[in-house]
């Protein structure tokens, strides 16, 4: 119902930035859907990065917060995440999701509350 295609990533150097999008094709309504991104890396579990909910809150991880930035179009066909001063921490597969349980804006960096992913696009920070 929903299809999620993520791109923008690549390697970058410490103190970089990168901008990564998501292009959303839904045919429901994803009007009240909250979006976010998250990320994997090797070897660990994924986590949330950042989410806006379908009325603009946002939410971020501490470890991205103040660096990372999300936005969304006012039509819901796109989701993007700028990334500034990124670290070689910040190395991960990066997933676009679209969810519509999470009750709260606490709740929407939980992978649980999330029904639609992407494929990922790879983030690679050298330093």
């Known amino acids: 119902q929903v299809q999620l295609v993520e791109s923008g990533g690549g390697s970058v150097q410490a103190g970089g930035s990168l901008r990564l999008s998501c292009a959303i094709s839904?045919?429901?309504?994803?009007?009240?859907?909250?979006m976010s991104w998250f990320r994997q890396a090797a070897g660990m579990q994924r986590e949330g990065v950042a989410a806006i909910r379908w009325g603009g809150s946002t939410i971020y991880a501490d470890s991205v917060r103040g660096r990372f930035t999300i936005s969304k179009d006012d039509a819901r066909t796109t989701l993007w995440l700028q990334m500034n001063s990124l670290k070689p921490d910040d190395t991960a597969l990066y997933y676009c999701?679209?969810?519509?349980?999470?009750?709260?804006?606490?709740?929407?960096?939980?992978?649980?509350?999330?029904?639609?992913w992407g494929q990922g696009t790879q983030v690679t920070v050298s330093s």
């Open positions: 999701a679209v969810g519509h349980r999470a009750p709260a804006l606490s709740d929407h960096l939980y992978t649980t509350f999330y029904d639609y």
């Open positions: 839904a045919d429901i309504d994803t009007t009240y859907y909250h």
